[in-house]
């Protein structure tokens, strides 16, 4: 992209905070009125035709102003934002809630998605900790009928698997319990391919034959996404970026009319979003980014046409890894319209994935 003048990059900056703010088409006056630049209206006018013929910037119809295109969106993210912290209190009031459930990982997942949906008021999304290569950790089998057994296997991640067996003979409960104390600390922290190796050595009897097969086929399956968890909280005020704002204000015929131009736009966006949460869950989309994602460091912004599914491209997408490259780890982020606030959504969102990193660090003991 051919880089923009200093005037331009002003007039961008201001244009693309003002739609976020008020999603309606951003005129030159209004651009000029208030943001105190210190250009003339014709001014701006020649300068927003530059930026629409360099793609950042179109206008809906003849007599509207411009809004940001998806690459104008891309432009100020990567050159204008500012990212915009979390107060010291958010961060106390995040670090007091995960407290009350330290010990409760099952519960880190919910409470992280809906933390990101109340701070970005939009819909959040995250897939639970898995670990990248499935480790043994512990199983017991219990007996069901002669012939069936009830495997349930421990991994190292936490995530607990289970799965149903026909033996070959009856046998009974005790014995059963005898060749788990057997195996357990004989697998402990191996995976698939490192059991399958040991087995060639210790010519296990039938039974163990048969619940060691077993084990080995959950953990080859554990690498693939699995369970994905999706939040999304009091959506249609969340694309409001006006709410909590007073209702008994008069409004100037013009911005009567910018109000209904705003509610219908997010209507719109509102039933997207919907849509795109549907999709997500019925097509399995999350696991496919997640394994798209690149495995580096820091957070990933994907903005409406630049992701490769179809049902995607009217929203954007804040994501980042958390956990330990290679052990334990996952997705999370949040999904909003593509108008949303980009520095304060980077923010939450690198901020989630460190405190994730750190509750998954103390209980694997690697370091965060």
């Known amino acids: 992209m051919t880089p923009l003048s200093p005037r331009k990059q002003q007039i961008l900056r201001a244009l693309v905070e003002e739609y976020i703010h008020n999603a309606t088409p951003v005129a030159s006056e209004t651009l000029v009125r208030k943001f105190t630049l210190p250009f003339s209206s014709a001014t701006v006018r020649h300068e927003l035709a530059g930026l629409e013929e360099a793609d950042l910037i179109n206008q809906p119809h003849t007599s509207a102003g411009r809004v940001p295109t998806d690459l104008g969106y891309r432009y100020f993210v990567e050159h204008l934002m500012q990212e915009s912290a979390l107060s010291l209190d958010e961060q106390r009031l995040i670090r007091h809630m995960f407290y009350q459930v330290q010990d409760q990982l099952d519960q880190w997942v919910r409470l992280t998605a809906s933390v990101m949906a109340r701070l970005l008021h939009s819909a959040a999304v995250m897939t639970p900790p898995r670990s990248s290569e499935g480790r043994f950790k512990h199983f017991e089998v219990l007996a069901v009928t002669d012939l069936s057994v009830h495997l349930v296997l421990v991994l190292m991640d936490g995530s607990i698997q289970q799965q149903r067996l026909l033996l070959e003979k009856p046998t009974h409960q005790e014995e059963l319990s005898t060749i788990a104390a057997r195996l357990n600390p004989l697998f402990l922290g191996k995976t698939a391919a490192e059991i399958n190796a040991f087995l060639v ?76 949460m549907d999709d997500l869950e019925q ?9 798209h994602l690149p495995s580096s460091d820091g957070v990933q912004v994907i903005i409406g046409g630049e992701n490769r599914w179809d049902e995607m491209k009217d929203v954007s997408m804040v994501l980042a890894r958390y956990g330990q490259p290679g ?42």
């Open 201 to 276: 050595t210790y010519e296990p009897a039938p039974v163990e034959r048969i619940i060691s097969n077993g084990i080995v086929r959950i953990l080859e399956q554990n690498g693939d996404m699995q369970g994905d968890v999706f939040f999304g909280e009091n959506i249609v005020n969340i694309l409001d970026p006006t709410a909590g704002g007073s209702s008994a204000q008069r409004l100037t015929p013009e911005e009567e009319r910018a109000e209904r131009v705003r509610k219908m736009i997010e209507a719109l966006e509102h039933k997207r979003l919907q849509k795109v």
């Open 283 to 291: 097509k399995r989309i999350l696991p496919a980014l997640a394994s």
């Open 327 to 368: 052990k334990v780890g996952g997705m999370l982020g949040i999904i909003g319209p593509t108008r949303m606030q980009y520095g304060r959504a980077i923010a939450v969102v690198r901020y989630m994935a460190q405190v994730m990193d750190e509750l998954l660090a103390d209980v694997y003991g690697f370091e965060s």
